[in-house]
Structure formats: structure tokens, C-alpha cells
Nanobody, 130 residues
Framework: QGQLVDSGGGSVQSGGSLRLSCAAS????????MGWFRQAPGKEREGVAV???????SYADSVKGRFTISQGNAKNTLYLQMNSLKPEDTAMYYC????????????????????????WGNGTLVTITS
């Protein structure tokens, strides 16, 4: 059974940085779409940044130029480097993975239907204070 474990959240001041990590285990995927999603209080969960098995990345407009998604060398760890953080970035952040992804099915984008994700992390809370 596959599992994703998120970590790295915390409370930082506006303008600060955080690096989130997501450790994947229990599955092997040659073709995947993985990414970070977030849910702020009172709002729907939204896609933030995604990466596919070809290494292509895509970001929500609200985080472009500030956030960077990447993978570890073994590709079993997903990272989200968040710089120039703003109070509106405050949310619970989740990593997720579609391990049966194919470009023939859909393009890996932050707007991906979340029902397509096979696995979800437990979430890690990010709080940005002004």
C-alpha cells in the first residue's frame, strides 16, 4: 500500500522561507503526476505546484516565481521550496500522487482534478504571520 508523508511546515514571518518534504513509499511508478495542494481555512483545496515523471513542472499563478517543486535523486521524495512567503500562503499543505498518469489522459497541471490522485499525504500546516 502506497503512502505519502508530508513534513516541514511551520510558522514564519512574511517574506520568510520554508521547505516542505513529502516521502513516498510502498509503490513503484514509472509514470506519475505528483504535486502540492493547499487548503486555507474556509476555502477549497487548490493545486499549487506539480511535476510529472518527465520532469515537467507547472505552478499556480499565485506562487510562480516564489515556489519551486523538485524531487530527490531517488525520486521518492518530493520537495516544495517556498520563498517570499505571504500571509495568504497560510494553509494546510498536502502532497499527492497519481501513479498511473499518462500524458494521453491529461496534462499534469495544478488544476488537475484532485479525484485523479491515488495517494495523499497527511498534510503539514504552514502559517505566515505579518
Amino acid at each position: 500500500q502506497g503512502q505519502l508523508v508530508d513534513s516541514g511546515g511551520g510558522s514564519v514571518q512574511s517574506g520568510g522561507s520554508l521547505r516542505l518534504s513529502c516521502a513516498a513509499s510502498g509503490y513503484t511508478a514509472n509514470s506519475y503526476c505528483m504535486g502540492w495542494f493547499r487548503q486555507a481555512p474556509g476555502k477549497e483545496r487548490e493545486g499549487v505546484a506539480v511535476i510529472d515523471s518527465d520532469g515537467r513542472t507547472s505552478y499556480a499563478d499565485s506562487v510562480k516565481g516564489r515556489f519551486t517543486i523538485s524531487q530527490g535523486n531517488a525520486k521518492n521524495t518530493l520537495y516544495l521550496q517556498m520563498n517570499s512567503l505571504k500571509p495568504e500562503d497560510t494553509a494546510m499543505y498536502y502532497c499527492a500522487a497519481d501513479v498511473q498518469w499518462s500524458r494521453l489522459h491529461y496534462l499534469c497541471r495544478p488544476s488537475v482534478s484532485q479525484e485523479r490522485m491515488d495517494y495523499w499525504g497527511n498534510g503539514t500546516l504552514v502559517t505566515i504571520t505579518s
